[in-house]
């Protein structure tokens, strides 16, 4: 690989060129690696207290779209750089941690109705509804996602690509996406057996079982 005239530099080196990180000597390409992007935001603390380091670090601030620290690294500094931010209780937002716009199509893509013909179940209160009127969840937050290395590494250990992977998307019903908000814990755990058909079939038939079963020793023993 040769880059055109005037676009690399004739005594060589490493240097950033439209996304790339490069090596050059002599004009000839060494290697070239992607950069990634990453913004750094306020999180439960402020980023202007480390505004030096950050500068040090190669960022700059920008306030568009949002406020933030930007700049493009390499991705062996990654999570370096995202220990860096956790440690500081800040927030990090790079295209594995990012909302995506098409998270809803590619969930209704890779999953057909499982509660009928054109229902889904909600995944946390197994409450049957339409697609049109389902939402689609993150099961680990994009806010956790961007504070916390353990929910980083939970996602990497489902094998999902990003956190809008279809693996960490689940259906909800408007109430339950709610309450849940950027809850983990036992609402992760609910998901994960919730987005499951089976798990709502076999709970409702022990919840019917049971009733029936309740309703029969009162007619035998009160009637």
């Known amino acids: 690989?040769?880059?055109?005239?005037?676009?690399?530099?004739?005594?060589?080196?490493?240097?950033?060129?439209?996304?790339?990180?490069?090596?050059?000597?002599?004009?000839?390409?060494?290697?070239?690696?992607?950069?990634?992007?990453?913004?750094?935001?306020?999180?439960?603390?402020?980023?202007?207290?480390?505004?030096?380091?950050?500068?040090?670090?190669?960022?700059?601030?920008?306030?568009?779209?949002?406020?933030?620290?930007?700049?493009?690294?390499?991705?062996?500094?990654?999570?370096?750089?995202?220990d860096w931010c956790f440690k500081r209780r800040l927030e990090i937002e790079t295209p594995y941690s990012k909302r995506s716009a098409d998270y809803r199509k590619a969930f209704f893509e890779a999953n057909t109705p499982n509660a009928g013909?054109?229902?889904?179940?909600?995944?946390?209160c197994g409450l049957p509804?339409?697609?049109d009127r389902i939402t689609v969840d993150h099961l680990i937050a994009v806010k956790r996602a961007q504070q916390s290395r353990f929910y980083l590494n939970l996602l990497r250990k489902w094998g999902c690509d990003s956190v809008n992977d279809v693996r960490n998307l689940v259906p909800s019903c408007g109430r339950c996406n709610s309450r849940k908000g950027t809850k983990a814990g036992v609402w992760v755990l609910r998901g994960k057996l919730g987005r499951r058909a089976w798990f709502w079939v076999v709970k409702w038939s022990v919840y019917g079982i049971i009733v029936l079963g309740g309703i029969c020793i009162f007619v035998v023993f009160c009637c």
């Open 1 to 82: 690989m040769r880059l055109s005239p005037g676009e690399a530099p004739s005594f060589g080196g490493a240097f950033s060129w439209r996304g790339f990180s490069i090596l050059v000597i002599g004009g000839e390409v060494l290697y070239a690696l992607p950069l990634i992007e990453v913004c750094i935001y306020d999180g439960q603390k402020k980023t202007y207290h480390f505004r030096r380091e950050l500068r040090k670090m190669g960022f700059r601030f920008q306030n568009e779209p949002d406020k933030c620290w930007y700049s493009e690294v390499e991705a062996s500094e990654l999570v370096a750089l995202e």
């Open 117 to 124: 013909r054109s229902r889904y179940f909600c995944a946390y």
């Open 129 to 131: 509804m339409r697609k």
